[in-house]
């Protein structure tokens, strides 16, 4: 998922990095540009049905990371309720042990048993330790995932900026100079 989200975040610089080209170039080269009016409708027209798309690319980017989230906190729910009822059945399993052996009463047989279970405290310690950090691991893990949709995010609206910035300027471009409309000369 993050691959992804790095290739769409590179595809989208390089669509950035040539639409700066392109609003250099054609400020280099007005004439060109009014010579051929047609063109540059055709342009005008296909930017903006790209910042459709862009649009609509967003929205599902935000709804995959949204989905994304979801999933991973019913996993990570589920696996905690999942070591959660092996440690009360663990705990269920040593109780009855110890009432089996309380009604032995033999102090013997006691100590005997109880040397397995010496570390037992000690186990489930390691284990909540264990538990703990996956709860921290997971939380930075959707902090990072919560950075990347902000940075994604913002990527966007750089490129937005710069989309609606090369319109205004291929607008400018395309309307009739005052000497045209002296002249009454019709853009082609």
Not at 10 to 29: D, P, W
Not at 82 to 102: G, M, S, Y
Not at 107 to 129: A, C, D, H, T
């Amino acid at each position: 998922m993050l691959q992804n989200g790095g290739e769409v975040a590179g595809k989208i610089t390089a669509l950035l990095g040539r639409l700066t080209g392109l609003e250099a170039g054609l400020n280099q080269v007005p004439t060109l540009v009014q010579q051929h009016a047609g063109t540059v409708q055709a342009q005008l027209s296909f930017f903006r049905q790209n910042q459709t798309e862009l649009d609509r690319l967003a929205r599902q980017s935000e709804q995959f990371m949204d989905t994304q989230y979801h999933e991973l906190s019913a996993v990570m729910r589920q696996r905690m309720a999942v070591l959660t009822q092996e440690a009360d059945q663990a705990a269920r399993v040593l109780e009855d042990h110890f009432q089996a052996l309380n009604k032995d009463n033999v102090y013997e047989r006691i100590v005997q048993y109880l040397s397995p279970f010496s570390e037992l405290p000690g186990q489930q310690k390691m284990l909540n330790q264990l538990q703990e950090r996956q709860a921290m691991q997971t939380a930075q893990a959707i902090q990072g995932l919560q950075a990347r949709l902000n940075s994604d995010n913002a990527l966007q609206q750089q490129l937005l900026h710069q989309v609606t910035r090369t319109n205004t300027v291929l607008e400018q471009l395309t309307q009739r100079s005052w000497l045209q409309k002296a002249l009454g000369l019709n853009k082609k």
